[in-house]
C-alpha cells in the first residue's frame, strides 16, 4: 500500500482510508468512556487519558528540571491527565542521552520535589484532582550523549545501526558493569519516591539499553544469549526498585514488544523469517501481534511470545498493574513507534497499517493480561480524530488507557476540552511533522514548532 499523507475531513473519510489500506483499530463516538476513573491496588485514576514521556532536553546543568520544563509540565497538569508519565530521567550522567536530560541526584532532589509540587497543585486547582505521576527511569545505552557528542555503551555490536563502522569494543558494557546499574535504577526509585512521584517506569524500549538486551542474543556472559540472560538486568532492576521504594510505590515499564528488526536484531520478531514487502499485510503472527510492520524495506512478523513472557514475569513476581507498549526505534523506523506522513523518510506503507499495528500489539497485551492496565501508544496520528481512537480502544477493552505523546506537546489541554464535551480541536493537533523529535535530535530544548511557537521554533532557524 502506497504512502498517503493525512487529507482526511470526515470520520467518514478515515473508515474509507482505513478500508482501503486494510487497517483495523477501534473507532467510537462515545467518548465519554474516557472520562471513567480507575482504581490500582493503592491509588485512583481520575480518567483514561496518559500522556506519554518525552523527552525534552530542558534541564539545568547539573540535570535538575529547569524554566522550560516546568512551564511544560505545568501546561500538561492544566491539560488533566488522569496518568502523567514523565520523560525519561537518567540514572547517572554517563548514560544521558543529552548534555540537557533530566537526571535526578541527592544533590537536585530539591528541584524534583518543587516539580512534583507544582504539577499537583495546577492539576487540583483546574481540574479537581491530581494525576498519577510516573517517572521513566533510564539507561540511554547507544544514544547516551552526556557531553553533546556519542559516547555510546552498549550491550553488544549490531550492523544494523553501526554499518561498516562498528562502534569499539570498549563501548560494549561488561558483565560487572551491568551488574553495577540495578544499584542505581534502586537509588531512581528512591529518589523518584522521596520526590513524591506515585511510580517509576524501568524503561525498556526504543533501543536504550535494557531494550538492546532484550534482544542481545549474540552477547556472552551472565546478560546475553538465553530468555533468562537478556531479561536479568531487567529483573534485577525491578528487584532493586522494589527494595528501594516505599510499599504502594508503583513499579512499571514502558516496554517495546516489537522493535521492527529482524531475529537476532530484534526484540518481538519471528526466528521463523517471513516479513512485509512492499508495504503489504500479512496474517498470521503468533501470540496474538495481528498487525505487521518494519523498516522501509519491509519488516519482519512479529511474534509476541517472548515480549508476553517478560510481561508475565513481571506480573508474578513484581504484581505489575500499569503497564506502557511501544514498539520501533525513533532513530531507525519512526513509522513503528509514531506514524506520520511528512519529513525526509517516507516509510513504504500507509500510516494507518502503523497505526493498526502499535494499537494492535497494546490489545494482543491487554487480551492476554487483563488484570494488568495497558497503555497504548500511535494515537496522535489521527488528529481531530484521535480522541474517537482512543475512545474506541478504551471502550472496546482494547486498553485501559489512551496514551498520547505528540498530542501532548500541541495542544496540552486537550484532555479538558475531550472531557467536558467540547471535542478535540482539530486546529489544535498535532499534526505528526516530527519537528519535535529533529529539535531534540538537533541538542535543542524539544516542543511543538506548530502550536508553541512562542517558545519553539524549527530546528533549522
Given amino acids: 500500500m502506497r504512502h498517503e499523507r493525512f487529507h482526511y475531513k470526515t470520520i467518514d473519510d ?29 491509588r485512583r485514576a481520575a480518567n483514561r487519558v496518559l500522556f506519554q514521556p518525552m523527552e525534552a532536553s530542558d534541564s539545568v546543568p547539573d540535570g535538575g528540571p529547569g524554566e522550560l520544563t516546568f512551564r511544560r509540565y505545568g501546561r500538561y497538569a492544566a491539560g488533566g491527565p488522569g496518568i502523567l508519565w514523565f520523560e525519561a530521567v537518567s540514572i547517572a550522567h554517563e548514560a544521558r542521552a543529552s548534555r540537557n536530560q533530566l537526571c535526578m541526584t541527592r544533590e537536585n532532589l530539591d528541584g524534583f520535589k518543587r516539580l512534583v509540587e507544582s504539577v499537583k497543585t495546577i492539576c487540583m486547582r483546574q481540574n479537581g484532582f491530581e494525576p498519577i505521576l510516573i517517572v521513566q527511569s533510564a539507561h540511554s545505552g547507544r544514544y547516551s550523549k552526556p557531553e553533546g557528542t556519542p559516547a555510546p555503551l552498549i550491550a553488544e555490536n549490531n550492523p544494523l545501526f553501526e554499518g561498516d563502522s562498528p562502534i569499539a569494543g570498549d563501548r560494549i558494557i561488561t558483565d560487572e558493569g551491568l551488574g553495577a546499574l540495578p544499584g542505581l535504577f534502586g537509588e531512581s526509585a528512591r529518589l523518584a519516591a522521596e520526590a513524591g512521584f506515585d511510580g517509576v517506569d524501568i524503561k525498556a524500549c526504543h533501543r536504550y539499553l535494557l531494550n538492546e538486551l532484550l534482544c542481545a542474543h549474540s552477547r556472552g556472559g551472565a546478560y546475553g544469549g538465553s530468555f533468562e540472560n537478556r531479561t536479568r538486568l531487567m529483573t534485577q532492576a525491578f528487584d532493586a526498585a522494589a527494595a528501594a521504594a516505599p510499599a504502594g510505590f508503583m513499579l512499571t515499564t514502558r516496554l517495546n514488544v516489537y ?65 506502557n507498549i511501544t514498539a520501533g526505534n525513533p532513530y531507525v523506523n519512526p513509522h513503528v513507534s509514531r506514524p506520520y506522513d511528512k519529513g525526509n523518510y517516507v516509510p513504504d506503507e500507509h500510516p494507518f497499517e502503523g497505526v493498526a499495528r502499535i494499537t494492535g500489539f497494546a490489545k494482543a497485551v491487554q487480551e492476554r493480561f487483563p488484570d494488568i492496565a495497558v497503555a497504548c501508544s500511535g494515537l496522535s496520528y489521527l488528529r481531530g480524530f484521535a480522541d474517537r481512537l482512543a475512545a474506541g480502544m478504551v471502550g472496546s477493552g482494547a486498553a485501559a488507557f489512551a496514551g498520547f505523546g ?8 486537550f484532555p479538558r476540552d475531550v472531557l467536558a464535551g467540547r471535542g478535540l480541536d482539530a486546529g489544535k493537533a498535532c499534526l505528526a511533522c516530527g519537528q519535535c523529535a529533529r529539535l531534540l535530535r538537533a541538542g535543542k530544548s524539544a516542543g511543538c514548532v506548530i502550536r508553541d511557537r512562542e517558545v519553539y521554533r524549527p530546528a533549522d532557524e
Fill in 14 to 42: 478515515v473508515r474509507a482510508a482505513m478500508r482501503d489500506a486494510d487497517a483495523d483499530f477501534p473507532l467510537s463516538e462515545d467518548i465519554s468512556v474516557l472520562g471513567a476513573p480507575y482504581g490500582f491496588r493503592s
Fill in 259 to 323: 522493535d521492527g528488526f529482524a531475529y537476532p536484531y530484534g526484540f518481538g520478531a519471528s526466528r521463523e523469517g517471513g516479513s512485509r514487502e512492499g508495504g503489504s499485510r500479512e496474517s498470521g503472527s503468533r501470540e496474538g501481534g495481528s498487525q505487521e510492520g518494519g523498516s522501509r524495506e519491509g519488516g519482519p512478523m512479529p511474534d509476541l511470545t517472548e515480549p508476553l513472557r517478560l510481561i508475565g514475569m513481571l506480573k508474578e513476581k513484581f504484581k505489575l498493574e500499569l503497564i
Fill in 406 to 413: 505528540r498530542m501532548a506537546l500541541a495542544y496540552p489541554d
